[in-house]
């Protein structure tokens, strides 16, 4: 088989069913080839940007991986933004890109992007984990291979494979063999590390077991698929759980533990409990602590007793801060070994279960768990986000999956709305690139037809990567595009005003009809201008079941629900 072929093939046979691309001629072989591979569908993006955010999407919300397609040379360089969150976010996606053929490398060819010329090869390497070139048709099974191990090994994130175009025209002979399973699913754990934990959990010399432990779930569960042990965990041990933005929906959100989002968009229950001085054993299971889940570092989340961390990935564990037990595996399987423990090793920690109970309810007690909830309900004009996110909750089925984009309406999401599902809440927390929810919906989408889903986005963003909604059309992925239309980068306005007119129009944007742009590319779409017409037009688009955007009009001068991380952000000082 032709290595076009065999690439195509193997992707399908590793359970595959849409690759993201756009045609140029360094990949003109793979295209009779797209075209005669069956179970696998292409989907042609408007830009390479779109493409690789799109296989984004189709690996956060499918949970395998992602694949993209683009020319060396432009082709390559369009994908860097979107490479670059993937790896922040280690979301396993591959790459293929075309390059001329090996003979004419360094001879100023066009579009020679080789190493011997603009060497793309390396402009992505410091963006994935691996990237490299096939320069002999004998390593096309041999780089495949190890390229989706690295990809999936561990803590997962891009790889990039660059294919010569003679290279892509040559018979592989070595047959494709699936990935073991182990791969998808890593079930490892340090079986002494979890004896540690606990030791600590349900001390047997007698001494006091903790009874102030709290769980903080990070993405890890996600990748884990660890939601179901988590609340199984959760549930014997009466422990409350709360989650970082990035793993919203990980833990069910109305579940009586669940204390929401810890960090930026975060949640008072999580942040009061978290902040207060109270919390004797902080369990971290895969999170790696960054700025905007600590709440800017700050150091009143360490507990007095012990810090615990949990995460496949040895180098994030101790990186922030010095833990008092590592445990190094994964979060589901860590969980699964203490369930299997019998009564005579849970009684010391179960024993204190009515104890935590009672923190539970003082915690309910001691104030809402959103910050200025009444916006929920504002009958403002322009409208308030905190609104249209309330009123998108009540209307959407239980199981919509929410792709998020950079602006202030990222916070509004994470406050306001609700996740009950692991991979039901997908948006680039780490590198927050403008536009990616937009092209990161379609693959998401891709990846799970069977459920709702619904992008929300900035008119900022739609400046960026608002295009992409042609692909939904073109395609007839049932996307819902929301776009919050307040007439400005929002986040930058609400910033830039304090700094008087002349900075506050520099961060203005036209007020444009998104809708009959969106009409003009073959979606559906609707304008919204009334708190009233929120809901029915939430209705209309989710039975429409086709690609619809919604206009939605807001006031850009709503302040977002961020002020513990503002006030964290003006506090802090570098101890060390
Ligand atoms: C690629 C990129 N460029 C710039 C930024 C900085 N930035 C963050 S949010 C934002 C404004 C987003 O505007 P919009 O999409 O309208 O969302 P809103 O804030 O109004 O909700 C900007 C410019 C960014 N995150 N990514
Ligand atoms: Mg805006």
Not at 189 to 216: F, T, Y
Request: proline content about 7%.
């Amino acid at each position: 088989m032709l290595t076009t072929g065999y690439l195509l093939e193997a992707f399908r046979q590793e359970g595959i069913t849409h690759v993201f691309l756009v045609p140029g001629g360094l990949i003109d072989p793979f295209l009779p080839a797209l075209a005669a591979t069956p179970g696998l569908t292409p989907v042609v993006a408007a830009h390479e940007g779109g493409a690789a955010c799109m296989a984004d999407g189709y690996a956060r919300a499918g949970g395998r991986f992602g694949v993209c397609f683009a020319i060396g040379g432009p082709g390559v360089t369009n994908m860097v933004t979107a490479v670059a969150a993937a790896r922040t976010d280690f979301s396993p996606i591959i790459v293929i890109s075309g390059q001329v053929p090996t003979n004419w490398e360094g001879r100023g060819g066009f579009q020679d992007s080789s190493p011997a010329a603009l060497n793309d090869v390396a402009i992505l390497q410091p963006l994935t984990i691996s990237s490299l070139m096939v320069e002999n048709v004998h390593l096309v099974n041999h780089h495949l291979r190890a390229s989706l191990t690295k990809m999936l090994a561990g803590a997962k994130g891009p790889v990039h494979i660059s294919v010569p175009t003679d290279i892509q025209q040559t018979e592989v002979q070595a047959p494709w063999v699936t990935l073991d399973e182990t791969l998808y699913n890593p079930r490892f754990v340090d079986r002494h590390g979890v004896e540690r934990l606990w030791r600590l959990l349900a001390p047997a010399d007698g001494s006091p077991a903790p009874v102030r432990i709290l769980a903080l779930a990070g993405a890890g569960v996600e990748k884990s698929g660890a939601t179901r042990d988590l609340v199984a965990f959760a549930e014997r041990f009466e422990i409350p759980v709360a989650t970082t933005l990035r793993a919203k929906g990980v833990f069910p959100e109305d579940h009586r533990l669940s204390l929401g989002i810890f960090g930026y968009a975060g949640h008072r229950p999580a942040i009061d409990t978290i902040l207060s001085g109270g919390v004797e054993v902080l369990l971290v299971l895969g999170s790696g602590l960054s700025q905007r889940d600590t709440l800017f570092w700050d150091r009143r989340m360490l507990p007095s007793r012990a810090l615990v961390q949990v995460d496949i990935d040895l180098q994030v564990i101790g990186r922030t801060w010095p833990v008092e037990v590592p445990v190094v595996g994964d979060c589901g399987r860590v969980l699964q070994v203490v369930m299997s423990y019998d009564y005579n090793l849970t009684q010391a920690l179960e024993s204190t279960n009515p104890q935590r109970r009672a923190w539970l309810a003082h915690i309910r007690d001691a104030g809402p768990r959103l910050y200025e909830g009444e916006n929920t309900g504002s009958a403002a004009l322009p409208l308030h986000p905190a609104r249209v996110i309330a009123e998108l909750r009540r209307v959407m089925p239980r199981d919509t999956v929410l792709v998020v984009d950079s602006g202030a309406h990222r916070a509004f999401c994470g406050h306001y709305w609700e996740s009950y599902e692991s991979r039901s809440y997908l948006s680039a927390t780490n590198l927050g690139p403008m536009g990616w929810a937009i092209p990161a919906g379609i693959g998401a989408k891709a990846a799970r037809p069977d459920k709702p889903l619904v992008v929300v986005t900035g008119d900022g963003c739609m400046l960026m990567h608002g295009m992409e909604i042609q692909t939904a059309a073109r395609y007839g992925i049932a996307a819902i595009f929301l776009v919050i239309n307040n007439g400005a980068l929002g986040n930058v306005w609400l910033r830039a005003v304090k700094e008087g007119p002349g900075p506050a129009a520099l961060t203005e944007i036209p007020v444009h009809d998104w809708a009959a742009f969106a009409r003009s590319l073959g979606l559906q779409a609707a304008t919204v201008q009334q708190p009233e017409e929120l809901a029915p037009a939430f209705q209309q688009a989710l039975e429409a079941n086709a690609p619809f955007l919604l206009d939605v009009r807001c006031d850009r001068a709503c302040t977002t629900p961020v002020t513990p991380y503002n006030q964290a952000k003006q506090e802090w000082v570098d101890s060390d």
